[in-house]
């Protein structure tokens, strides 16, 4: 397995290239979302990959299902390590998601969106969705593993029920992961301690990293308090 840390590359091109330049591809993995995806296009991806990083491509698809199944058709072709879709585009377009994958020997691996780490109960009633938050997650989580998806993207909160619900083998990917307990944009957050303890598989930083002095020292001192759980 490689390393728990995800780095969110949520820069432009030539800085994206700049930072991952620092960097070392054994300490961390590298996500590309639409910031970066918008501004780098897929040569981005090739570059950061000649840099030896595994890229996770987070353009969370979500569209009918033979227009997903292109999508991430198209993800072979670039080496992704890992890519995701909207668990809410439905059984059929999740299903369409892992068709091109069928029979690869070297296959990316595809999670499901949940609930974005930004919405809380209130954000869910506002689109006119009445479940329970936590609910929600772990419904559409069995969604995706009835799908044939090989794990989710989830907040460090549901963690510990997903993993009663659907085993250990089901990856959880868990971003809105602050080392210093600071509230933004996201309302369901975590430590990358807590969160590991949890038993997220992956865990996602961006902000703490990418603008820190010294962006490698700052996930070294990551890894070393990750290394330090029983």
């Given amino acids: 397995m490689s390393s728990p840390l995800i780095i969110a590359l949520d820069l432009n091109n030539k800085e994206a290239l ?6 070392d591809p054994k300490d961390c993995n590298l996500k590309v979302g639409s910031q970066l995806f918008t501004s780098g296009g ?31 058709r198209s993800c072979l072709d670039l080496g992704i390590w890992m890519l995701n879709v909207h668990a809410s585009g439905g ?7 892992t068709l091109p994958l069928k029979d690869k020997k070297q296959k990316p691996i ?5 609930v974005l780490t930004s919405l809380d109960e209130a954000s869910l009633e506002e689109v006119g969705i009445k479940k329970n938050l936590k609910n929600q997650v772990i419904s559409l989580s069995k969604l ?11 907040s460090a909160k549901e963690i510990k029920p997903l993993r009663r ?20 944009d996201q309302k369901r957050f975590a430590t990358p301690v807590a969160a590991i303890e949890s038993g997220a598989d992956y865990i996602v930083l961006g902000r ?3 603008f820190s002095k010294d962006p490698s020292l700052e996930i070294k001192e990551i890894l070393e308090d990750i290394s330090k759980i029983n």
């Fill in 42 to 72: 897929p040569e981005i991806i090739l570059k950061l990959k000649d840099l030896g990083f595994n890229i996770f491509l987070d353009l969370k698809f979500h569209d009918i299902p033979n227009t997903v199944n292109q999508a991430v």
């Fill in 91 to 97: 059984a059929e377009m999740l299903q369409a998601s």
């Fill in 18 to 23: 700049k930072l991952a330049k620092k960097l």
């Fill in 110 to 114: 595809l999670i499901g969106v949940t």
């Fill in 208 to 210: 703490e990293v990418i």
């Fill in 144 to 154: 995706c593993q009835k799908n044939g998806l090989d794990g989710v993207v989830c």
């Fill in 165 to 184: 619900e659907l085993g250990n083998e089901f990856i959880l990917v868990t971003p809105g992961i602050r080392k210093n307990q600071s509230v933004d």
